[in-house]
C-alpha cells in the first residue's frame, strides 16, 4: 500500500509565535508548523537549543525575508543553573566532568551576578551549531577536535536571582542576540569557584514579543486550517521598531523593482537611517535613506498582498 501523498504546498506569509516544547530541535519543530501549514517557505528567527522551550517566532513565507530584523533583538530567558556540576556541553545534557562542594549563599550570588552585567566577551560552547570550516562545532567536539572559537560581545542587559534552592539557581535574564545563556551559567559557576552547567532553559520573550501568546504544536494541530491561520501575524510586525515611510502608488512600483526613488519631504534626523517602507496596500519592504532617495535592502516577493496593486501600476 503506497504512502498518502502530502497535499500541495501553498503560500503563506505572517508570523507565527510558537511555544516550543523542550528535547525537540528547532528545525524539528519548525518542519512542523511548516507541514500544518502546508507552507512553501519556513525559517524560525533564533535557534533555541533542544534542551530549551518557550518561544521560537517561526516565520512563513515572505516573513522569511525580514527574520533577520527579529534575530537582532534582545531575547530573555528563565535560567535554571546548577551549582557544584561542570558537564562537557555546559548543560544537562553533557556528560559530568567534575563535581565540587557548594558553599554559596543568596548575597554571595546576587554579587556574582552584578559582575556578568554589561558588554562582555564570551566564547562561544564547544557544543553549538557555529560553523568552523564549513562543519559545526560540534561535530568537531564529538570527535575529540579542538578547534578555535574566538570569543564574541555580547550584552547582558538585566539578570535577577527569582529563587535560590541550593544547588539550584532560577534567573530572568535579559541579553543580547549571541548570547550562550549555558555558557554564562558555567562562567558564573566558575567565578563562584564550585563550576555550574545550565539545567533548564525558557525563552520568554524575543524582541517585543511574548511567551504568553505563543501556541503550542499541540494546539495547533488540534486546529481548523482557518483557525491556524488567524493566529499568524503580519510580516509587517518584524519591522514595526523602525521609522515608517509611505510612498504613493507611482514610487512604490519602482521601488518594487529594486530602484531607489525619490523622497519629496524628509523629516530631519531621518537621513541615512532604516525606514520600513510602506506603499497603498502594506508593507513594500526596507530600505536605506540618503539623500532624500530611498535605496532598497529588503523588498516583498512579487504577488504579495501588500505588492498587487503597486505592480499593476508599473
Known amino acids: 500500500m503506497s504512502a498518502p501523498r502530502r497535499p500541495p504546498r501553498r503560500r503563506v506569509d505572517g508570523v507565527l509565535l510558537l511555544d516550543k516544547p523542550a528535547h525537540l530541535s528547532s528545525n524539528a519543530a519548525l518542519q512542523r508548523v511548516r507541514r500544518l501549514y502546508g507552507a ?23 516573513a ?26 555546559q548543560d544537562a545534557e553533557g556528560e559530568v566532568v567534575l563535581a565540587r562542594p557548594v558553599a554559596l549563599d543568596r548575597e554571595a550570588l ?14 562561544p560552547p ?13 561535530e568537531y567536539a564529538r570527535r575529540g577536535i579542538e578547534i578555535p572559537r574566538a570569543p564574541r560581545e555580547v550584552t547582558i542587559h538585566a539578570w535577577r536571582l527569582l529563587e535560590w534552592s541550593p544547588p539550584d539557581a532560577t534567573l530572568d535574564v535579559e541579553c543580547s542576540k549571541g548570547t550562550y545563556v549555558r555558557t554564562l551559567a558555567a562562567d558564573l559557576g566558575e567565578a563562584l569557584g564550585c563550576g555550574a552547567h545550565l539545567a533548564a532553559l525558557r525563552r520568554t520573550a ?21 483557525a491556524r491561520t488567524a493566529l499568524l501575524r503580519p ?20 521601488f518594487l523593482q529594486g530602484r531607489a526613488v525619490a523622497v519629496p519631504v524628509i523629516t530631519e534626523g531621518r537621513d541615512a537611517r532604516l525606514h520600513a517602507v510602506f506603499g497603498p496596500d502594506g508593507l513594500l519592504g526596507v530600505a536605506d535613506v540618503r539623500e532624500g532617495l530611498v535605496h532598497p535592502r529588503r523588498v516583498m516577493p512579487a504577488g504579495s498582498p501588500s505588492t498587487r496593486r503597486s505592480e499593476a501600476a508599473a
Open 126 to 138: 564547544a557544543h553549538s551549531a557555529l560553523k568552523f570550516e564549513g562543519r559545526p562545532y560540534y
Open 40 to 62: 512553501e517557505k519556513a525559517g524560525h528567527a533564533g535557534t533555541l537549543d533542544p534542551l530549551a522551550s518557550g518561544l521560537l517566532p517561526i516565520c512563513l513565507g515572505a
Open 110 to 123: 546576587a554579587a556574582a551576578l552584578s559582575r556578568f552585567l554589561g558588554p562582555q566577551m564570551q566564547t
Open 235 to 254: 510580516v509587517s510586525i518584524l519591522v514595526a521598531h523602525l521609522p515608517r515611510l509611505d510612498l504613493a502608488a507611482t514610487e512604490a512600483a519602482g
Open 64 to 89: 522569511t525575508r525580514f527574520a533577520q530584523f527579529l534575530l537582532d533583538a534582545r531575547k530573555r530567558y528563565v535560567a535554571t543553573v546548577r551549582f557544584g556540576i561542570t558537564t562537557t556541553t
Open 206 to 226: 524575543s524582541g517585543g514579543f511574548d511567551v504568553a501568546d505563543a501556541a503550542t504544536l499541540d494546539a495547533l494541530a488540534a486546529m481548523s486550517d482557518e
